[in-house]
């Protein structure tokens, strides 16, 4: 086994979890089989409860593991299912120590961070390093190890400390250091500054890892004469100094990468059976990544949620609605709108953030209302709904925007103006929505409906059906506390809202559409957390191609995708 660990400096947030997943693809398209781990220094035990605007959204896993989102990050650019054990944490590592001191495990002996917890650590790595992941269920060869947050923190000195001894004992061919590092640019001077990084590399030798590879982070494209000084200054070779720029597409960043002679210098540092050259896959990487900045036509969604000032709270929906957009040769505009600001409310306080709002809503050729928690923001969702539905735009509802619809319906089609979720209304008279069997209502964490469950399709005459291939069922990802009601399903059905997929057992329902609409599709599932860039998630590509006019003539197709390039800038 291999490992490669990637730690971050300066500043959090500089793209660790992106340059993870291009490293992890290069090699994969070498023939390697490759596997990633994060690790977040929080004493969360997963991110489950996390507000989206703490770390970005909360990722699930098939096994229901509430996770990360570069975990999201890994499985798109990779293409391979992880599991929670892949997301480990300060909350998971002391758990796992303090439940073996309690067992009685430690004989009797202090337990201490050196060296209990430090090798808790390596031995969870090392285990969940040998997990297959891939379809074909071999074990991996490789191991990507992204350390979360910034060299110098306090909180992920223990991590720091374990990967210094795991480094002896994984021996040197065996294990590799990645440091990615910002290179700021002042305005006032224009000019790149090296000393960030140095002070960085600095801090990471005195804590015992020398990085093998310096990638540094920057606005714009960096100078040769600065890669030299963070050669000379930082004691590596120039190779070894790698630039990532900002780029239009993080497509690009497998293709940069690869571009500075990445693949030999792994070949050589950790004694790789691998060609110098990458094969059909990074090919493929480099055609999309050209592909996408060529578009000329444009698709606007307005996706109409409450976590709007942070794009990462939707990054997988983001990521489904590109996939979608890219794979119909469109470039895809998406407009985030505040459901507050669609409110009444927000009308009398702020009458101008009120109809810029609903200026965006009405341009747009297709909307998206995302899952979400609370009842701030319903109303102004709700009201977005209803525009859909009423004027005949494309719509998806995805969980909490799936059961609003059914409000929705109920109080202006079924005229139940008090119909309402009991998340929001314990107390209505019309619970279209009520919480779950399952859900235990004491503890927070780890207690909704999660995880890869099966749906199963009802009727032949569903267009999710034919976007899905004409699948019998489907196996998509939950995460929801909350479900419609299924004893009132046949009011809805007899006004032609028709709940097409339900659970195996017939009880839960799972997905809605709306006769005589060009597309009002609500699902109770997250299919953006399957979506891959070269295998769109099908309730989204269906959102971007009735949105574009073409749902009908893909369906007549036999849902085969135009391979027209009338689209492309030459």
Not at 435 to 452: A, C, F, Q, S, V
Not at 456 to 468: A, D, E, G, I, W
């Amino acid at each position: 086994m291999k490992y490669i660990l990637v730690t971050g400096g300066v500043i959090s947030g500089i793209g660790k979890g992106i340059i993870a997943s291009s490293i992890g693809t290069i090699l994969k398209s070498c023939g390697l089989r490759v596997t990633a781990i994060k690790i977040d220094p929080y004493i969360n035990i997963d991110a489950g409860t996390f507000s989206p605007y703490e770390h970005g959204e909360v990722f699930v896993l098939n096994d229901g593991g509430e996770v990360d989102l570069d975990l999201g990050n890994y499985e798109r650019f990779l293409d391979i299912n992880l599991y929670k054990d892949n997301n480990i944490t300060t909350g998971k590592i002391y758990q796992h120590v303090i439940n073996k001191e309690r067992h009685g495990d430690y004989l009797g002996k202090t337990v201490q961070v050196v060296p209990h917890i430090t090798d808790a650590v390596q031995e969870w790595v090392m285990n969940q390093a040998k997990v297959p992941v891939d379809d074909d269920r071999r074990e991996p060869q490789i191991c990507v190890i992204e350390l979360g947050g910034t060299i110098g923190d306090i909180e992920g000195m223990p991590f720091v400390e374990a990967f210094r001894q795991f480094q002896f004992k994984a021996k040197r061919e065996n294990f590799c250091n990645i440091h990615v590092s910002l290179v700021p640019q002042p305005n006032a001077t224009g000019e790149q500054k090296t000393k960030p990084t140095q002070n960085s590399v600095r801090a990471l030798r005195g804590l015992g890892l020398s990085p093998d590879l310096i990638v540094c982070r920057s606005a714009k494209p960096i100078e040769m004469a600065v890669k030299e000084k963070i050669s000379m200054f930082c004691h590596v070779e120039p190779e070894q100094v790698i630039f990532i720029h900002d780029v239009s597409s993080t497509y690009r960043v497998p293709i940069l990468l690869e571009e500075q002679g990445i693949i030999k210098y792994f070949k050589q540092r950790l004694n790789l059976p691998i060609d110098d050259q990458p094969s059909d896959l990074l090919m493929r990487w480099k055609k999309m990544a050209d592909r996408y900045e060529r578009l000329l036509k444009v698709c606007s969604i307005a996706l109409v949620g409450k976590y709007t000032k942070l794009s990462d709270c939707y990054a997988s929906v983001f990521k489904a609605l590109e996939h979608s957009a890219l794979a119909i040769n469109h470039k895809l505009d998406l407009m985030y709108i505040d459901s507050t600001e669609l409110e009444r409310s927000t009308e009398v306080e702020n009458s101008v953030k009120y109809h810029q709002a609903w200026q965006k809503l009405c341009k747009a050729d297709g909307i998206l209302v995302p899952g979400g928690f609370g009842i701030r923001g319903t109303e102004g969702k709700l009201q977005a709904i209803s525009w859909a539905r009423t004027k005949k735009k494309p719509f998806l509802g995805v969980c909490l925007g799936m059961q609003l619809a059914v409000v929705e319906f109920a109080r202006n089609c079924l005229n139940w103006k008090d119909a309402n979720s009991t998340e929001f209304d314990p107390d209505t008279k019309n619970p279209v929505v009520i919480d779950m069997p399952e859900h235990n209502p004491g503890d927070m964490g780890g207690t909704m409906r999660l995880g890869k469950r099966r749906t199963v399709f009802k009727t032949q005459n569903s267009v999710l059906r034919k976007l899905y291939g004409d699948e019998m069922f489907v196996e998509e990802r939950h995460r929801h506390r909350y479900e419609v009601n299924p004893e009132l399903t046949h009011c809805f059905e007899e006004k032609g809202l028709k709940f097409v997929g339900h659970d195996t057992e017939g009880n839960r329902m799972e997905i809605i559409e709306l006769e005589n609409h060009p597309y009002f599709v609500g699902v109770q599932f997250h299919p953006e957390f399957s979506s891959r860039p070269m295998k769109p998630s099908p309730p989204y590509l269906g959102l971007l191609l009735a949105a574009t006019g073409t749902l009908n003539a893909y369906l007549q197709r036999g849902c085969k995708l135009s391979p027209s390039k009338k689209n492309e800038k030459h």
